[in-house]
């Protein structure tokens, strides 16, 4: 009698949640396809990243379905709660991705790609060796939420070429308020540390694109400014300071009011963003790219499900 064999179990992530990441036992993640596959909302040219790496002709962006962290104020909560997307294979994801290479895209953008960690590099390896890719290589860029173990960021060693995590929670309390994960602070803050080792300095082209290094995001919430000093203090103790800082004003309120947050009901005011602004620059940040008003807007997220109303912050 043949020998089931034993159920394969994830912990790649912070979550450790140890699912089997099938259809009858998804990740806290939402991942529930093969060991192999994906699960991918959009492919597209993105014209709405930092000017760096969106450049003129668009970042080559791969939205990947589900999140270990998902916060609940998403801005792109149709794909990271609703688990929306289509399953693909490595053949099917490297398909359409040469169609963002021939189009023209500045660099392969991998959003929200932490719970595919572990095949990612594999999958790489393969674009890789396509004629489109050969004909013309492209920047990676890994665009996480930083809640990521260091064992898994080391994976990506020789694979990515630029890091762009976000650092969103500095209180342990907002971390587990918002997103269930009271561990975010030091669990994100040590995974950006290890981008660091893979990638310590920031290399821009003559064409003012990245190339490769660590830019660090923060997303600015309303009523939350505070939160968002000592996010900029704890990076200042915990990274150099030449690392460059992308402070994010684009928050846009969702159709649903959020439970027990009637702060995040609303748009960053200037005052809240000037304060986190400020703080940087005090605090001897040298590469900072700050937003403008006009950028809190919806056109920041792309329309996965029409779901996302326009506005200013
Ligand atoms: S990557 Fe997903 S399935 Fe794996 S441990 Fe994290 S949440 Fe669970």
Redesign the pocket.
Known sequence: MPIAPQARR??????????E?TESS??????DEAWQDFRVARVMLHHWEEPFISGSRGSGAVFFS?C?LRCAFCQNRPISHDRGGDRLSPAALTAAVVTLLEGGAHNINLVTP??YADRIPVWLERLKAVPAWQTRPVPVVWNSSAYETPASIAGLSGSVDVFLPDLKFASPGLASDLAGAPDYPPVALAAIQAMLRLQPDAVFGSDGLLRRGVVIRHLVLPGHWRDSLEVVRQLARSVPLQTPLSLMCQYTPQETRLAGHPELDRRLTTWEYRQVLDAALDLGFTNILGQERASANSAYTPDFAERLRPGRC
């Open positions: 994830c912990f790649l992530c912070p979550r450790a949640c140890g699912a990441r998804p990740g806290f993640c939402g991942a589900g270990a932490s719970h």
